[in-house]
């Protein structure tokens, strides 16, 4: 079965730092761009950052850019996701996906992070 | 970046009657490559989402044939023959044409 499980969110005051991983199982994870999508609380669903296949290529939405930092261990079949200087905004539901920007056709079950004192 | 409106965002559905949502983008989704990336996603209660359409038309594996797709350039629809109590949920569409990839704001399926 294909799967990503996402892990590591939780609550962190602002201007500190999380790092998010995602563990890929069931498909050849090394073949595939991969992305994080968010969700804030009772909110839709907005992209965040993406990587190539050899992590040579990464893109960022504005909001988070020389914030966060994607990056992936293909030897792991695991993406990462670390976030610094976090705000409120921030909060929400990352979820890690398969797929660049033309499409996400396979979507992990999501970690929560809360950005609060 | 390209906006993505759906309408209608919570409409009146009954079990076993037809539903439609559409959604509407700001600019024409047509690529340069013939593609035309549009894409519509399920999100269950308590669940992350699903696809259940890319390319405007094309289910995926394991989509039930009472999910359909259909539009082009800015104009997308998705149709549900006959609505059934396991479609509750919120859906989105999203383009992957122009960057940075967008969502529209969601529609929810609420059961009459």
């Known amino acids: 079965e294909m799967q990503l499980v996402a892990s590591g969110g939780g609550l962190v005051q602002p201007g500190g730092s999380l790092r998010l991983s995602c563990a890929a199982s069931g498909f050849s994870f090394s073949n595939y761009w991969m992305s994080w999508v968010r969700q804030a609380p009772g909110k839709g669903l907005e992209w965040v950052a993406n990587?190539?296949?050899?992590?040579?290529?990464?893109y960022y939405v504005d909001s988070v850019e020389g914030r966060f930092s994607i990056s992936r261990d293909n030897g792991k079949n695991s993406l990462y996701l670390q976030m610094s200087s976090l705000r409120a905004e921030d909060t929400a539901v990352y979820h890690c996906?398969?797929?660049?920007?033309?499409?996400?056709?396979?979507w992990g079950q999501g970690t929560l992070v809360t950005v609060s004192s | 970046d390209v906006v993505m409106t759906q309408s209608p965002l919570s409409p009146p559905v009954t079990l076993g009657q037809p539903a439609s949502i559409s959604c509407r983008s700001s600019?024409?989704?047509?690529?340069?490559?013939?593609?035309?990336?549009f894409n519509w996603f399920q999100q269950r209660p308590g669940q992350s989402p699903r696809r259940l359409i890319y390319e405007v038309s094309n289910r995926d594996s394991g989509v039930p044939d009472r999910f359909s797709g259909s539009g082009s350039g800015t104009d997308f629809t998705l149709k549900i023959s006959k609505v059934e109590a396991e479609d509750v949920g919120v859906y989105y569409c999203?383009?992957?044409?122009?960057?940075?990839?967008?969502f529209g704001q969601g529609t929810r399926l609420d059961i009459k």
């Open positions: 996906a398969r797929g660049g920007s033309h499409d996400f056709s396979l």
């Open positions: 999203m383009q992957g044409t122009h960057w940075p990839p967008t």
């Open positions: 600019q024409s989704l047509l690529h340069s490559n013939g593609n035309t990336y």
């Open positions: 990587m190539n296949q050899d992590g040579r290529q990464k």
